[in-house]
């Protein structure tokens, strides 16, 4: 495909940017939308998969039927198969009457999978049968329907890994992956970011009626080194603010970084646990892996000053480099400030008070979180390990913080719980089951 086909389809679908990944995602786009083939877009959240499945209706001969998109993760798991599938009038309360499903009203047509992941396994076996056979079955029927959809499906977590976790049918995968293609994050795409920039910024100066808004260089450099983890939705909402709320039109880098949330400023290259991707594990949040960040920094922490005390009290007893010990002790007390509250250095006689024989090097001494006139070896040992006891009851407090998060999130959002979803960065159908899980509802 050529460059200037490429831009063609483009300026159709109202996508900017130059990025040599962006311009490879639509060649594999066009280059299979004319066949019948099953797609699977990967991307994370924001990132624009949307687009691509409208591109592949639109350059297929289907384009005259009809495209439904369906959010997976936004349908109640008691109802999905209805929604997709239909049912009979009386096949569970509350329906009075008989309803086609997305997959007999788009015959014909395509229908976009969105958050596919967050499918049920039973609505999984469903949708393999209709990609196998073309066969589905309603709610409360035994008849057999047939239906020529074509399905492109999208999702902004590993599936290969769910597959691993027992969470998505591995032959549904394998079926969905037909054709895979990945839509790059905002951050990858390097001066695409300011092109958005620009074209959010003249849309909104036009709806609002005022003067587009500009950045200097030193702001646009700052822009494009923000890791904007909502992507190009992200972008547009911190576009729409300043153009909303910004008196002075040409915004310089201070005046950017009011709107750059500076929780989602790491430099961080990968999030812990990631995948050889860059993409968080499937289960765990990136809200959920900065805990785990936090819990394994104190836990290193500490084991870093039980590391230390363990060496200047084998240099106690032994007496075996005692002076330069003591010496790295008082050098780094600030490291010992939570092991207790009155940190001191004090002699040890080696055979009064253990039993055992004076030695001769330089003066000996023992560690203590007590005044020093009060210390044994034993009982500072037996101080870390309370120390290390602790930490790992800390360290199991993600779900007390989760329920925190999302406590704040329903009371931010005035218990609406679709845009506390959106704030804590999770699908309505897993804050549903987070609610039920914590006794929130």
Do not use: W
Not at 340 to 355: A, F, I
């Amino acid at each position: 495909m050529t460059p200037s086909e490429i831009q063609s389809i483009k300026q159709r679908f109202g996508i900017i940017g130059n990025a040599a990944s962006l311009n490879f995602a639509i060649q594999v786009a066009a280059q299979v939308a004319p066949t019948d083939m099953t797609v699977l877009i990967t991307g994370e959240s924001g990132s624009g998969k949307e687009s691509f499945s409208k591109i592949i209706h639109a350059l297929s001969p289907r384009k005259h039927g009809q495209f439904i998109a369906v959010n997976c993760g936004a349908i109640p798991e008691g109802t999905i198969d209805s929604e997709l599938f239909g049912h009979e009038k009386g096949s569970f309360t509350g329906a009075t009457e008989a309803r086609k499903g997305y997959f007999e009203v788009t015959n014909g047509g395509t229908i976009f999978l969105d958050e596919i992941g967050e499918m049920p396994l039973g609505t999984q076996a469903r949708l393999l049968r209709v990609l196998e056979n073309g066969e589905f079955i309603r709610v409360g029927s035994s008849k057999v329907q047939k239906t020529d959809v074509r399905v492109v499906a999208a999702t902004n977590v590993n599936l290969l890994n769910a597959v691993q976790e027992g969470r998505f049918r591995e032959d549904l995968y394998y079926r969905l992956n037909t054709v895979p293609i990945t839509v790059p994050p905002l951050r990858e795409r390097g001066e695409d970011i300011y092109l958005l920039f620009r074209k959010f910024a003249t849309d909104f100066a036009e709806r609002y009626r005022v003067k587009p808004i500009t950045l200097t260089p030193d702001a646009q450099q700052e822009l494009m080194r923000f890791r904007f983890p909502g992507n190009i939705r992200q972008l547009k909402n911190i576009a729409e603010q300043m153009s909303v709320l910004e008196t002075d039109r040409e915004i310089e880098t201070r005046g950017l970084r009011r709107y750059l949330p500076q929780d989602q400023s790491s430099n961080l290259p990968m999030l812990l646990g990631a995948t050889a991707d860059g993409t968080a594990p499937q289960g765990l949040s990136e809200r959920d892996l900065l805990y785990k960040v936090l819990f394994d920094m104190r836990r290193d922490m500490t084991d870093l000053k039980r590391l230390v005390l363990e060496v200047a009290a084998g240099a106690a007893r032994g007496g075996d480099g005692a002076g330069q010990a003591q010496e790295l002790v008082r050098q780094n007390s600030h490291l010992f400030t939570n092991v207790g509250s009155n940190l001191s250095v004090t002699p040890y006689d080696g055979g009064s008070r253990l039993g055992g024989r004076p030695t001769e090097s330089a003066e000996p001494f023992i560690l203590s979180a007590e005044p020093a006139d009060a210390d044994y070896v034993d009982d500072e040992v037996q101080r870390v390990e309370d120390i290390t006891h602790e930490t790992e009851e800390e360290s199991l407090s993600l779900e007390a913080k989760e329920k925190e998060m999302i406590i704040k999130a329903l009371k931010k959002h005035h218990n609406k719980r679709k845009y506390a979803a959106q704030d804590l960065g999770i699908s309505e159908r897993t804050l549903y089951r987070k609610l039920k899980q914590y006794d929130l509802e």
